[in-house]
């Protein structure tokens, strides 16, 4: 009732600065009211911050920034003499937050003059990290003369100094690293954490530093709000304040739990509900008859443009109705009148991919060489070659043999990715027993594409059903869903009609996230087959993943007249079923492969979910059952791009990549393990009904682990999982699990991808410095799939024994739910595994030889050399000139801002690619010097000579000689045997040439 009674107190006068609310929802409900009928007051609002106090606060990091960000405006609002007031859920004001003084900004102006060493510690201060590369809020980085900011609730800025003097201030964009056009005269730095000097920082730190409380990082980022003292302030004390009546009812709530005390809130005055006004709720297609009911009310009608608005009210009697165009949501009704909004509330933006992979190459990190296989990254190198210096990377391979990669030649490994549990073997060099393997695989490959081809011609040859893809009825199922779609489930849709609607058999692959909405999109389809008279099977691996889905379509489905029947091992009487669905009288059929021998009377579709997991045999009868059907494929792996446009040929590919509107990021803590944190951790979980995942990585001990909990917990409800428990039990235990007969599910590496379990919002990882970014990323991913939040766990043995690389790669997880570079990283061995997983289990020997990424390539190989595409390259031009070249340290100090430099231009297919890396590096960080610019001529060098069909470049002095792929040879001679003067020669002989052949 927000709305409505905030409307009426604002009519009887209103003079408070706070406004505290139930949660966010209701916040901003309370904002749009302020904004529109106060349109001179300015409203902040703030996040929900759930922590309680004394927690660490790097798990509640994204949203502590934004409430120190909302509080600073709030008090310049003040200061400016303006009218301001706070909207904030509850629980964002139960803790003292700083004054004024501790967020103070400061300013960086043009053409102004600043020590750079002072500016770095002032930035320390403000509880700026100083990092090599900038990708989130609060970090910064000095390189040189070049200094990136990314300041809190703001933009990044790039600021460049001659000297002292600043000499250009612009925004750069974090996910590529570039700078905008534009120049700004100056740039306001707000803290990240507090505006502390050397002194106060000093003082807090060693409060934080001597206090009982533990955490990774006994620091400011952590603990610093709790020690502020009196630097601090109550607001709902200190300024005049109110609460909404659900507010109070969640503090009355806190305090019965003893998590406050409610005797500290009984001054605060409640916002009334009078008589007569109430919130309404009301669905665009109700709109019509909701107007003419209230004919006799003033209506005021809120829309965003007037398309929309004459859309909605083309057909209604306006003379009581008041069009107002505006952007804000209000929907209430009063004694003398009512508001309706046909607005909604903006949706957050999703963050960009990085376009980065910084760390994608570490040292001591397993890596595929094309033609050497498998051995380890060891370092970077400068070596001395026919007296001149270039850099190599350094491999480990059997026994003490190392190879030296020059870094033009980047493009020939990849990290070594296979499922967590194989532990590579380095290979032999020189034995040429790696290329004898890959042959091998390679003949496999051509024998599974050309099987994939075959049924894709033969397929493409059939006639399908065709459909009437644009029934009304279509349209009243979508509006039914209860939430809106996302843009990519809108586009899946389009596609699939468009495959059943054409004369064609459709052939479609849908991939996408558990809890993207897949089964959602499926069903649109099913509902289509159902409308224009057709039966669909929805053929599944597992009795619990039929159990869901026939769940869902059941409830879906039950007032669209459709009917929907399981068949697995559990389902009574099979036989009767069979014969009802053979005469018609089901109109869809969900189970596992029991139903690949039923007969359908009118079988219009088929839909298969995790279809990689199926066998041989049933594989088949899958082929046999949807021969002249249309056929849609689900997957909750994602598959590489790449392969995505190798298959494009042969199959329709539909791809879920946006998250669902009300999914919040896990919340995430690093913590080390000890008996008392794990009691709060489970009964945090069990006070809200849930269930808990704790993965426990090692079969031998896990009966311990489970005698443990159930000592520290007696009535605790545990299953274990693994993979020595037969497939069959395994799915015994994942039905209990899934009907709530199970509190704790200890299980070795996460249950299978493809179940929703929403009940489950809580995952414990032991020992997670023991598993890799991609494998924590997807295992944090498992829970908050609901509507509720979900705590993820990282737990330590001992704090001590981690090296400072894992220990990073842990904070920056339980700091951000946005990874930046690392993210990237993650999704990438994500989608590398799901490439190499769509053939099925049965190709694991070989990946595990090979590794994912070359095996994914190769497929993708295999796929274009049947189905006459365009072929990779396949060999590189070998480049052997006596030039120093390499990307100079004094520019580029850091080793991984190399590597990753390196390792994209190794990978650049033509020389626009090149000038555009040329272009950032200056961006980035500076003017480039001769030693780096020529490495970039080497890079162009290698395209050119690549498009020319030749394999060696090389020189003696100032004769250079050019070997082509028919062996032939062609010598030029440079004016001198200077580098610039032997890399010029070449360059222009073959740019001449490159324009001889496109004329």
């Known amino acids: 009732m927000i709305q409505s009674s905030l409307y009426g107190a604002l009519n009887k006068g209103f003079d408070y600065q706070i406004l505290a609310c139930k949660d966010f929802k209701e916040s901003e409900l309370a904002k749009e009211v302020i904004s529109y009928f106060k349109p001179n007051t300015k409203a902040i609002l703030f996040p929900e911050f759930r922590a309680k106090k004394n927690d660490d606060l790097r798990s509640f990091f994204e949203e502590f920034l934004q409430l120190l960000g909302g509080l600073r405006e709030f008090y310049q609002a003040l200061e400016n003499k303006q009218e301001a007031i706070i909207i904030a859920p509850i629980s964002a004001l139960l803790h003292p937050l700083p004054k004024k003084e501790l967020l103070e900004s400061f300013k960086i102006t043009l053409l102004e003059k600043y020590n750079l060493k002072d500016l770095k510690d002032k930035l320390f201060y403000y509880g700026y990290e100083i990092l090599d590369l900038v990708e989130v809020e609060g970090e910064a980085s000095f390189r040189g003369d070049i200094v990136d900011i990314y300041a809190p609730n703001s933009k990044a800025y790039r600021l460049s100094f001659f000297d002292t003097e600043c000499e250009s201030i612009k925004e750069f964009d974090p996910t590529t690293q570039m700078s905008l056009k534009e120049d700004l005269l100056e740039v306001e730095i707000p803290p990240t954490l507090f505006s502390l000097n050397e002194q106060s920082y000093k003082d807090l730190k060693t409060k934080v530093e001597q206090s009982p409380l533990n955490s990774f990082s006994k620091d400011l980022t952590s603990f610093g709000l709790w020690f502020l003292g009196e630097k601090a302030n109550d607001l709902l004390h200190a300024y005049k304040s109110v609460i909404s009546p659900k507010a109070l009812e969640e503090i009355q709530e806190l305090a019965s739990l003893n998590e406050l005390d409610g005797e500290h809130f009984k001054f605060l005055k409640v916002l009334e509900n009078p008589q007569g006004y109430e919130d309404l709720e009301i669905h665009v297609h109700a709109l019509e008859s909701f107007i003419a009911l209230h004919s006799n009310r003033k209506i005021t009608l809120l829309a965003p443009n007037k398309t929309i608005l004459d859309n909605a009210i083309s057909a209604l009697e306006k003379s009581h109705i008041e069009c107002v165009i505006a952007p804000f949501v209000l929907n209430f009704k009063t004694p003398d009148g009512i508001f309706i909004s046909l607005n909604s509330f903006e949706r957050k933006k999703k963050r960009q991919k990085s376009k980065l992979a910084l760390n994608e190459l570490n040292a001591g990190e397993w890596v595929v060489h094309d033609d050497y296989g498998v051995g380890v990254f060891s370092q970077l190198v400068q070596h001395s070659v026919l007296g001149s210096k270039r850099d190599f990377l350094e491999i480990a391979y059997l026994g003490e043999d190392k190879l030296l990669l020059p870094v033009e030649n980047l493009h020939l490994i990849a990290r070594y990715v296979a499922q967590s549990d194989s532990v590579p073997t380095k290979d032999r060099l020189g034995k040429g027993s790696f290329l004898k393997l890959k042959a091998k695989v390679k003949n496999k490959l051509l024998e599974i594409a050309s099987k994939i081809i075959e049924l894709a011609a033969e397929r493409n040859l059939i006639l399908g059903k065709k459909m009437d893809t644009h029934l009304a009825e279509l349209e009243i199922f979508k509006s039914h869903a209860g939430f809106e779609y996302t843009s990519d489930q809108e586009k899946a849709i389009a596609e699939i009609s468009k495959d059943l609607s054409s004369k064609r058999v459709m052939d479609r692959l849908l991939s996408g996230d558990v809890g993207f909405g897949k089964t959602e999109v499926a069903m649109h389809a099913i509902f289509c087959a159902f409308l224009n008279g057709f039966q669909s099977a929805l053929v599944v691996p597992t009795t619990l993943l039929a159990h869901q889905h026939f769940e869902t379509l059941r409830v879906r489905f039950e007032n669209f007249g459709v009917k929907v029947a399981r068949l697995d091992r559990y389902a009574s009487e099979k036989n009767k079923l069979l014969k009802v669905v053979e005469l018609g009288l089901i109109d869809v059929l969900v189970g596992t492969h029991a139903i690949l021998g039923a007969k359908f009377k009118n079988l219009g579709l088929v839909v298969v979910d995790e279809e990689h997991k199926f066998g041989v045999k049933q594989k088949e009868a899958l082929k046999e059952l949807s021969k002249s059907v249309h056929f849609l494929s689900m997957s909750a792996t994602p598959i590489p791009r790449t392969l995505n446009m190798a298959l494009s040929q042969i199959k329709g590919i539909s791809s879920l990549k946006i998250p669902p509107t009300d999914r919040k990021p896990s919340r995430t803590f690093l913590k080390e393990k000890n008996d008392e944190l794990l009691k709060e951790i489970i009964h945090r979980e069990l006070r809200r009904n849930g269930q808990i995942f704790y993965i426990h990585n090692h079969i031998a001990s896990i009966s311990k682990v489970k005698t443990k909990l159930e000592d520290l917990i007696p009535k605790l409800k545990i299953a274990i999982l693994h993979s020595q428990i037969s497939a069959h039990e395994s799915e015994e235990i994942m039905l209990e699990f899934a009907k709530g007969s199970y509190q704790v599910l200890l299980c070795t590496s996460i249950v299978e991808s493809g179940i929703h379990l929403p009940n489950a919002n809580t995952i414990i990882i032991d020992n997670a410095q023991n598993f ?144 555009q890396i040329h272009e950032e590096i200056e961006d980035r960080f500076g003017k480039t010097d001769d030693l780096s610019a020529q490495f970039l001529q080497i890079i162009t060098l290698k395209i050119l000579a690549n498009q020319l069909g030749i394999i060696k470049l090389s020189n003696f002095n100032q004769n250079i000689t050019i070997t082509y792929s028919d062996e032939k040879k062609e010598s030029l001679k440079a004016p001198s045997k200077d580098d610039n003067d032997i890399l010029g020669t070449l360059l222009k002989h073959l740019r001449a040439q490159i324009s001889l052949k496109r004329h």
């Open 772 to 915: 890799g970014l991609a494998d924590l990323h997807q295992l944090r991913g498992r829970v908050g799939r609901g509507k509720k939040e979900g705590f993820c766990y990282f737990l330590i043995e001992d704090q001590k024994s981690l090296n400072e690389q894992a220990l990073k790669r842990l904070l920056a997880l339980e700091k951000n739910s946005y990874l930046g570079s690392g993210e990237s990283i993650a999704y990438h061995d994500l989608e590398i595994r799901g490439g190499g997983n769509l053939l099925g289990q049965d190709q694991s020997g070989h990946i595990k030889n090979i590794g994912y990424a070359l095996y994914t390539r190769m497929l993708e190989d295999a796929i274009y050399e049947l189905s006459g595409g365009k072929k990779r390259l396949e060999k590189s031009v070998e480049i052997q000139l006596s030039v120093s070249a390499f990307l100079n340290p004094e520019l580029i100090a850091s080793d991984s801002l190399r590597l990753d430099l390196y390792r994209r231009l190794s990978l650049c297919e033509n020389t626009d690619e090149v000038g």
